[in-house]
């Protein structure tokens, strides 16, 4: 079946530079998107959203970028801190069922 | 904010007992639960929706006869892995879901079940 995608692999990156974690989803009939952070042995907290009639919108220090032309979902992170290591999930709404991507894990260097 | 209670955090047991977990909204009523399943260095899994006076709904692969899904309040769901095996060892995760259709939707902490 169609799912959101996402290899796992582990980005790395110096305090305070800017991290870019992306996500790939092949369901052209979601149109909510959601990124979640995963610390060790929690369970996700929700970080920002995105519906499918905008390609932007900021939080705080947390930009989310879709793209839906080539089903592409990133999420960018400004001035990244010890605090943001942990693991990062896209997810796509479809009704009422969240699927997951497979994760990132962020690693802050100080 | 929206606060969803998981509980036990950790739990160990022998194999062939059973094993309840409670997923409880504390401030807002949730007519739909999710459980999830997480292995580790992976991403969660959905066991089953749980919708509040209804029977669960179970993703493909998961039996249902194994893990009992009770959602008997618009505030309480739990699960229950019934004789517990080694290979049940694992990370569930409940979420909650606040208001209808995209309404937010709100983690529990987790609960790590060690089967020995």
């Known amino acids: 079946g169609e799912s959101v995608g996402l290899h796992l692999p582990t980005l790395s990156v110096q305090e305070g530079d800017n991290s870019i974690i992306n996500c790939a989803y092949s369901?052209?009939?979601?149109?909510?998107f959601i990124w979640y952070k995963q610390e060790s042995g929690k369970g996700p907290q929700f970080i920002i959203d995105?519906?499918?009639?905008?390609d932007k919108r900021q939080g705080q220090r947390v930009t989310v970028l879709l793209n839906k032309t080539v089903k592409h979902l990133s999420l960018q992170i400004a001035a990244t801190q010890p605090g943001d290591s942990a693991v990062y999930f896209c997810?796509?709404?479809?009704?009422?069922?969240?699927?997951f991507g497979g994760g990132t894990r962020l690693m802050v260097k100080p | 904010g929206a606060v969803v209670s998981q509980h036990p955090s950790r739990v160990i047991c022998k194999s062939g007992t059973s094993v309840k977990i409670e997923c409880r909204s504390l401030?807002?009523?949730?007519?739909?639960m999710f459980w999830y399943r997480q292995f580790p260095k992976q991403s969660l899994m959905l066991m089953a929706t749980?919708?509040?006076?209804?029977?669960?709904?179970?993703e493909q692969g998961v039996e249902k006869d194994k893990f009992l899904i009770n959602h008997a309040s618009l505030t309480l769901s739990t699960l229950t892995v019934t004789s517990a095996h080694p290979e049940d060892s694992s990370f569930y995760i409940c979420?909650?879901?606040?208001?209808?259709?995209?309404?937010?939707?709100?983690f529990g902490e987790g609960s790590r079940l060690t089967v020995l």
């Open positions: 979420s909650a879901l606040k208001g209808g259709g995209t309404g937010e939707l709100f």
């Open positions: 369901n052209s009939a979601s149109d909510y």
């Open positions: 995105i519906r499918s009639n905008m």
């Open positions: 997810a796509e709404y479809a009704g009422n069922m969240l699927t």
């Open positions: 401030d807002f009523q949730a007519t739909t």
């Open positions: 749980s919708n509040e006076g209804s029977k669960a709904t179970y």
